[in-house]
């Protein structure tokens, strides 16, 4: 329910900054710059309230917040209350993404391949909504309105709440934040944040480098874009729990460095075929590419904050969505500028090599694979 009206807005969002808040080019980079202390604030937050209030009534203070300011945004519509309003978004955003990252966690045992078929089931849960919210935000905002997707959102996140009170509210084993962990988090964390870093910096064009371009440059009409973000989300949705299941039975450590690579070298298909094939290759490759590293990725990062921050589990958790969210917010930023100066190919480029070579190389993933 949340994901398919939350993801109406952020398929949009991109082309709103521009269309419908008439942002320049410098704003929409101040905008996603704001992201850095925005996610940073947000995610250690969400971590803490996790610890100690539970999974559960964060998920809730999240949904009813985020379904406030969403119907506030309908009726503010010039271009300094809509990035306010998006920013606000985006902070209480990082409270459901933490905590339900947490709960996915706790109904699984920490291993590997159980938490991969959790994480599988999650992503698929998640994408159902990407497959409903772009097309439903296409028809809303060629025929209504960028401001109807805000109250869209804002509907979705009030419907979802009663469905949430059917979790456990989990907390953290002692129930207290250990302030020594602010200043010095466990090696293996340091490297798994490094890798959430990444793979964001390179997911996050889905919605921003791709929209822009495929609109700006190719010349896409913004309907059509949302049925193929609806395909990314339909693909990942039917295959993300089989493959899941069948990815167990495999050597995980060679799937991550496949992987990897159809993840990353995707992006080269939309610049050197820049038409609706190659547009459809993207998808085709960048959904498998995440079909594959999203459960690994998040695993890894639920059996590293359980092993070295069992007491702190929600802020071990909360500072690896976190470098998630810098990451995209960092991605965002840097193909902004690179598209400022019409330089498509070295932002496609960049995000490939960067992807390819940031994703493999790192000893975490494949110690904690190999265990």
């Given amino acids: 329910m949340r994901f398919s009206s939350l993801t109406a807005i952020w398929t949009y969002t991109g082309i709103a900054l521009y269309d419908f808040y008439h942002l320049s080019s410098l ?3 101040i905008y996603y710059s704001l992201g850095y202390p925005i996610l940073v604030i947000s995610y250690i937050l969400a971590g803490y309230l996790a610890d100690s209030i539970g999974t559960k009534n964060t998920i809730v203070v999240s949904l009813f917040l985020t379904s406030i300011v969403l119907f506030l945004g309908f009726f503010l519509t010039n271009g300094v209350c809509g990035i306010i309003i998006l920013s606000i978004q985006a902070f209480l955003n990082s409270l459901y993404i933490t905590s339900s990252s947490t709960a996915t966690g706790n109904l699984s045992s920490p291993s590997v391949k159980d938490l991969l078929l959790s994480f599988s089931r999650f992503r698929a849960g998640i994408n159902l909504g990407w497959v409903i919210g772009p097309i439903i935000g296409g028809l809303l905002y060629y025929y209504l309105g960028w401001n109807f997707i805000l109250l869209l959102g804002s509907l979705g996140n009030l ?3 009663p469905i949430v009170y059917k979790l456990d509210n989990r907390k953290s084993v002692n129930n207290v934040v250990n302030r020594k962990y602010f200043i010095k988090p466990s090696k293996y964390l340091m490297e798994i944040i490094l890798v959430q ?5 390179v997911a996050s064009q889905i919605l921003f480098g791709f929209t822009v371009y495929s609109t700006n440059i190719l010349k896409i009409p913004s309907l059509l874009i949302g049925y193929f973000i609806s395909l990314n989300s339909l693909l990942s949705a039917l295959f993300q729990e089989p493959i899941g299941r069948y990815m167990i039975k495999l050597n995980l450590k060679y799937m991550y460095i496949l992987g990897s690579f159809v993840f990353s070298m995707s992006y080269l298909s939309i610049f050197y075929l820049g038409n609706i094939i190659g547009l459809t290759l993207f ?6 590419g995440e079909i594959i590293l999203n459960p690994i990725i998040l695993s890894i990062s639920y059996i590293v904050s359980y092993k070295y921050h069992s007491k702190e589990i929600g802020m071990a958790m909360g500072f690896t969505r976190m470098a998630e969210g810098l990451g995209r917010a960092f991605s965002t930023s840097v193909t902004a500028y690179l598209f400022s100066i019409h330089d498509y190919e070295v932002s496609f480029t960049l995000l490939s ?19």
């Fill in 159 to 161: 419907i979802s709440i």
């Fill in 197 to 201: 870093f990444i793979f964001a910096f």
């Fill in 283 to 288: 998808i085709i490759f960048i959904s498998l």
């Fill in 27 to 29: 704003l929409v980079i």
């Fill in 353 to 371: 090599l960067i992807g390819i070579i940031g994703l493999i190389v790192n000893r975490v993933v494949y110690t904690s694979l190999e265990n």
